[in-house]
């Protein structure tokens, strides 16, 4: 991540976690800002009260902005609802193409059709067809099966190794469909990182927390991590706030509701088995895009090897 010189994007550095109010409001204010524009993926982007919001000019926002994520507001929201659509075209296949364009912020359906064509060089009707497969293969590749944190950044086996698809029914005879409660998560925003960066990153914000460095901790994604490509991951990592109460971090309400869970000791599951072992077999369920993908990890009991351990969440809704 590339900070610059602004003493905001410094005091979002993990060694730096205590700066002062003023900066921690404008940390926040820009977390909650890039929230509310994922939230209102389908609505005009209103540059001028984003930046309002924010405590900023337009044009403060806009370098900010771009320096923080590497894109611009308006390419960072255009990149957002290309993937918001890619995402409904995979597992919304009742919903009509030009329904998915206009709920995704696009003027037109000639429009939606240009962006997405340039985004993922196919068409939306080929990447429905099973275009995304191949797009997340050849574009995303590695990155896709390690965009997650694995709690051991040393353990280079399981950060390197290629994603080899689980046996039929292995991971599915795993998966249990729960209701989770609402979390109210402190946060750290990592962008740009996966494999072992990320996974050396989060390990060095939890050694930054020593207070709570036994209790559980928390990655999320709020997109498919499968279309999304390294340089605009934007991962969230922390604890709950009563755990971790402190005003130099994001916070974020991680939504109550269904999701398909996977727990695991000791191993390090993909999402991606998940998708390709339950969810696509499913005739019940099917993914929610309007919540995020969650990891949850903590250490293990002594007497349970003292390793890690955790469940994976997908998001869903019934058909």
């Given amino acids: ?91 919304e296949p009742d919903v009509a193409v030009g329904r998915i364009a206009q709920d995704c912020g696009f003027p037109s359906n000639a429009a939606f059709a240009k962006a997405f064509r340039q985004q993922f060089a196919m068409s939306a009707k080929s990447w429905r067809e099973g275009g995304w497969r191949a797009y997340m293969d050849a574009q995303v590749g590695r990155e896709s099966d390690v965009s997650f944190f694995v709690a051991e950044p040393n353990n280079l086996a399981a950060l390197q190794a290629p994603y080899r698809a689980p046996e039929p029914g292995s991971i599915a005879a795993r998966v249990a469909v729960r209701s989770l409660p609402a979390v109210r998560l402190r946060y750290q925003r990592f962008f740009g990182q996966s494999g072992a960066a990320l996974a050396q990153a989060c390990n060095g914000f939890i050694n930054a927390h020593a207070q709570a460095s036994s209790m559980p901790w928390y990655g999320v994604f709020d997109e498919d991590p499968g279309f999304t490509g390294e340089r605009e991951y934007c991962y969230d990592f922390g604890a709950a706030s009563e755990v971790l109460d402190d005003p130099a971090l994001g916070l974020r309400l991680l939504p109550a509701g269904s999701y398909a869970c996977l727990d695991f000791c000791g191993e390090w599951p993909r999402f991606r088995a998940m998708y390709e072992d339950w969810l696509e077999r499913q005739s019940v369920w099917r993914l929610d895009s309007t919540r995020p993908h969650i990891q949850r990890v903590e250490r293990a009991a002594a007497g349970d090897g003292g390793g890690w351990r955790g469940w994976l969440a997908l998001p869903v809704k019934k058909r």
């Avoid at 509310?36 to 337009?58: E, I």
């Avoid at 926002?61 to 609802?81: C, H, M, N, P, W």
């Fill in 1 to 91: 991540m590339q900070t610059g010189s602004d003493p905001v994007l410094s005091a979002l550095s993990p060694s730096r976690l205590a700066p002062r109010p003023s900066r921690l409001v404008r940390i926040s204010r820009l977390y909650e800002v890039m929230d509310l524009m994922l939230d209102s993926v389908g609505d005009p982007l209103a540059l001028q009260s984003l930046a309002a919001s924010a405590s900023y000019s337009s044009y403060h926002f806009d370098r900010i902005f771009r320096e923080l994520t590497g894109f611009s507001a308006v390419e960072y929201q255009r990149k957002r609802r290309l993937r918001r659509a890619a995402h409904l075209l995979r597992h």
